[in-house]
């Protein structure tokens, strides 16, 4: 008996929403194409005053809006 191996579109190891406006980024959301993997932790999101810090994307709306780099 081989063990079935899920293998699922996406990454289930990221949030996949933008850390900004709560926003999904997954395939087929619309935000997809052009979100930015965002590279800081959950704890410096938070402290960074992410409303979303868990989300590991920031959506190309919000990278327009922000200015923190
Ligand atoms: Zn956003």
Redesign the pocket.
Known sequence: MAKKTTITFGTPWLNEF?C??G?SVRPGSGLFANRIPDGNSIIVRAEMGRPYPEGDF??A??DGVTSDD
Do not use: I, Q
């Open positions: 933008c900004v406006c926003r920031v959506c709306e919000c």
